[in-house]
Nanobody
Framework: QEELVESGGGSVQAGGSLRLSCSGN????????MGWFRQAPGKEREGVAT???????NVADSVKGRFTISRDNAKNTLDLQMNDLKSEDTATYYC????????????????????WGQGTEVTVSS
């Protein structure tokens, strides 16, 4: 059984919105530093947003003002609201968690990820 399961991906035209959701039942999301990553074809996996149990979210400059990360502790879900989508946002999006309750520097890095989801595809057409 997967620790993290993403949903909400799909195809949308530029300027549209999608909401990704990550769920799991192996650990409490509110006790871990968690985040979203994405990987476009032929490119490295990159961090999109980080949310720690305490403190402000950290969002990559490329999506700042358009993407919002949030967590629902009661439902044990981590969401990524994506607005004003652009063709360059096309990628497979992954939910991820560190085993710690904090991320150094407030940013979850690939090397610190303990749990990965299977990914959900987002395609933005111009």
């Amino acid at each position: 059984q997967e620790e993290l399961v993403e949903s909400g991906g799909g195809s949308v035209q530029a300027g549209g919105s999608l909401r990704l959701s990550c769920s799991g039942n192996k650990f409490s999301f509110g006790n871990h530093c968690m985040g979203w990553f994405r990987q476009a074809p032929g490119k490295e996996r990159e961090g999109v947003a980080t949310l720690q149990p305490v403190g402000e979210p950290n969002v990559a400059d490329s999506v700042k003002g358009r993407f919002t990360i949030s967590r629902d502790n009661a439902k044990n879900t981590l969401d990524l609201q994506m607005n004003d989508l652009k063709s360059e946002d096309t990628a497979t999006y992954y939910c991820a968690a560190d085993w710690r309750a904090y991320c150094p520097g407030g940013v979850l890095r690939v090397s610190d990820v303990r749990y990965w989801g299977q990914g959900t595809e987002v395609t933005v057409s111009s």
